[in-house]
């Protein structure tokens, strides 16, 4: 089946996508394509045209942008559906969507965008030091990183689920389902710390992998009874595969993506928090998540900004 031979594929968390993505890449870290190896590419994306006359007054980093002609933006590779980069360097996703949109709404075309993999750790040095001018990458807004970077959003509202097969319904409640349950997650994650912490399956049930494709395959091969991490990713899975995965909806934690900025740079993360405000007066927000992913079957809305 179409899932089981992407995930054997992959050897990391990256499977197909049905939305594709421009722009230029730098070399990631590792070398090579970071966002593995997969068989399918990346189809069309949304259309974006680049705003015209754009200024941000006392924004260094735009004047940075607007000076280069072009705008970088730390991504992912790797996740399904939200930010991923297929075997040809095409990405796509809704964490990319967002990021072309922002691109077009400083006046930049998306295809000038400089896509750069930033591993998390390394996100707040990126913005800071000014390798990149915003990060856009399932980036949770805390008071800690506050301290260090600004965020515009949250665009996004994650939490905490579960991914399990589509014709299994004993897991519907949501986590109180989950006694007796063989739970899977990435190895030292947040998420499968949590089931831990509040002990909601027995230490005897919890398998562990590097990657959460691989928790996909166990569950597909019904090694696992589900896989849990921030609904956002494994809506992004079950996109890839409606026919045999659904998420259960019933989160149970709150993650805000935003996007991160320059910390001292007030006048852009203003201007970036318009674009998503009109984004989700104008319907572009549903049209991008509905192209993303909004294919998993599950529905969702943009959040209030919480300006500041």
């Known amino acids: ?5 992407l995930v054997a594929t992959c050897g990391v968390a990256a499977l197909a996508l049905t939305a594709a993505a421009c722009g230029k890449d730098e070399p990631s870290a590792g070398g090579g394509n970071s966002g593995g190896n997969a068989t399918d590419s990346c189809g069309e994306l949304h259309k974006f045209t680049a705003a015209t006359g754009v200024d941000v007054p006392g924004s260094t980093a ?13 991504v992912k590779a790797d996740q399904p559906n939200l930010g991923y980069k297929d075997a040809d360097g095409k990405r796509c996703g809704f964490d990319i969507e967002v990021a072309r949109m922002v691109a077009a709404g400083l006046g930049v075309d998306p295809d000038k965008i400089e896509y750069k ?3 998390s750790a390394n996100r707040e040095t990126a913005i800071a030091g000014g390798e990149i001018d915003y990060y856009v990458g399932t ?4 008071d800690k990183r506050k301290k ?3 965020f515009a959003g949250p665009y996004f509202v994650a939490g905490q689920d579960l991914l399990v097969r589509k014709d299994d319904p004993s897991m519907d409640a949501g986590k109180t389902a989950l006694k007796g349950k063989k739970v899977c997650s990435a190895t030292g994650s947040t998420p499968i710390q949590r089931v831990k912490d509040e002990q909601l399956t027995e230490a005897s049930n919890i398998s562990e992998f590097k990657t959460y494709s691989e928790c996909v395959s166990q ?4 090694k696992v009874d589900t896989v849990t991490t921030d609904d956002a990713i494994l809506k992004g899975y079950a996109a890839t595969a409606p026919d045999e995965l659904r998420v259960v909806g019933k989160p149970f934690s709150t993650e805000k993506y935003g996007i991160g ?4 740079d007030k006048a852009l993360r203003e201007k970036v928090n318009s674009i998503l405000e009109t984004s989700a007066s104008d319907g572009t927000w549903k049209a991008i998540y509905g192209e993303t992913l909004g294919k998993s079957g599950s529905d969702s809305t ?5 300006k500041y």
Request: no cysteine; glycine share 4%; hydrophobic share 40%.
């Open 148 to 150: 260090q970077v600004s």
């Open 261 to 264: 900025l320059p910390l001292a």
């Open 1 to 5: 089946m179409r899932m089981r031979t």
């Open 139 to 142: 980036y949770s807004i805390t």
């Open 62 to 74: 735009f004047t940075k942008i607007k000076s280069a002609g072009k705008v970088t933006v730390g």
């Open 302 to 306: 943009p959040p209030p900004l919480e």
């Open 219 to 222: 569950l597909l091969d019904k």
């Open 117 to 119: 993999e930033i591993p």
